[in-house]
Nanobody
Framework: QVQILESGGGLVQAGDSLRLSCAASGRGFSSFSMGWFRQGPGKEREFIAGMSYRGDRKVYADSVKGRFTVSRGNAKNVGYLQMNNLNYEDTAVYFC????????????????????WGQGTRVTVSA
C-alpha cells in the first residue's frame, strides 16, 4: 500500500514562490511516475505537471509552463513542485499522484489513470 502526503502549501502574495513536497511510503513509489494536479474553487481537478519514472520526461500544462518545475529527490520517495511567480489563478488545492506506467518515459495527465493520491495541500495566492 502506497501512502502519499503533500506539504508546503500556504498563503502567499502574487509574485511569491512556494515549493510543494510529496512524500511517499510503501513499496513501489520509486518505480512510479508522478503527477501534480490542482483543483480550484468550483473547478474540476486539472493536470499541471508530471514526470516520468526515469525523470527523463517532464510535462507541464500551458498555464504553469515556465513558472513551475517538477522534480524528484535522490531517494525517489519524495517529489517536489517548485512554483514561482504565483498569481491569483494558482489558488487551489494541490494534489500529488503516482502510479505505474506502461513505459518508463510515459507521463499520465488524466486523474482517473492514477491509483495513488495524497490528501492535498492548499495554496492561496492573494492579489
Amino acid at each position: 500500500q502506497v501512502q502519499i502526503l503533500e506539504s508546503g502549501g500556504g498563503l502567499v502574495q502574487a509574485g511569491d514562490s512556494l515549493r510543494l513536497s510529496c512524500a511517499a511510503s510503501g513499496r513501489g513509489f520509486s518505480s512510479f511516475s508522478m503527477g501534480w494536479f490542482r483543483q480550484g474553487p468550483g473547478k474540476e481537478r486539472e493536470f499541471i505537471a508530471g514526470m516520468s519514472y526515469r525523470g527523463d520526461r517532464k510535462v507541464y500544462a500551458d498555464s504553469v509552463k515556465g513558472r513551475f518545475t517538477v522534480s524528484r529527490g535522490n531517494a525517489k520517495n519524495v517529489g517536489y513542485l517548485q512554483m514561482n511567480n504565483l498569481n491569483y489563478e494558482d489558488t487551489a488545492v494541490y494534489f500529488c499522484a503516482a502510479d505505474y506506467t506502461g513505459s518508463v518515459h510515459e507521463v499520465k495527465t488524466t486523474p482517473a489513470t492514477y491509483a495513488h493520491w495524497g490528501q492535498g495541500t492548499r495554496v492561496t495566492v492573494s492579489a
